[in-house]
């Protein structure tokens, strides 16, 4: 199980996670965390997004000893959470959790339909073009009637 949570008094305010496991035969020895794009075919390989990370920060998505509660590293919630439960027999299990449309909208911005300022970007550029283009078309028609009512 995979809590995402945010409290002041915990971390800052900033994202974190809580979970937990249990294994009745040999006890739970530890616990390890990867964070990484969504969508990679397994925990630990690297999709284009990370790619990306590895080529700009030198970084590549790496699983990391960690204990309950965990600040996670994206703070913008983009990326899937996996945690690994190791019990002391080398035994391993892995959730993966990934945060909801409506949280990671609230980290990224507030912008739902748009996850990254990228994309915001985009959309309004493309929205004043469409309205300089309709500007033009009408001026357009409006000087082609001017010019027919002179004739």
Do not use: C
């Not at 985009?122 to 010019?147: D, Y």
């Amino acid at each position: 199980m995979i809590e995402l949570l945010s409290d002041q008094r915990v971390f800052d305010g900033q994202y974190f996670i809580i979970f937990d496991a249990q294994d009745k035969q040999t006890g739970i020895d530890h616990y390890e965390v990867l964070e990484s794009e969504p969508g990679a075919e397994s925990a630990g390989e690297s999709g284009r997004s990370d790619l990306i990370r590895r080529f700009i920060k030198g970084k590549t998505p790496q699983w990391k000893v960690a204990q309950s509660p965990y600040l996670l590293e994206d703070q913008k919630l983009q990326s899937e959470v996996h945690v690994k439960a190791v019990d002391k027999a080398g035994n391993e299990r892995t959730v993966k959790y990934f945060p909801e449309e409506s949280k990671r909208a609230a980290a990224s911005g507030g912008f739902p339909a748009f996850g990254n300022m990228l994309s915001l970007s985009i959309a309004i550029i493309i929205i004043l073009f469409l309205v300089l283009a309709a500007v033009l078309v009408r001026a357009g028609i409006k000087f082609k009637q001017k010019k027919d009512a002179k004739q």
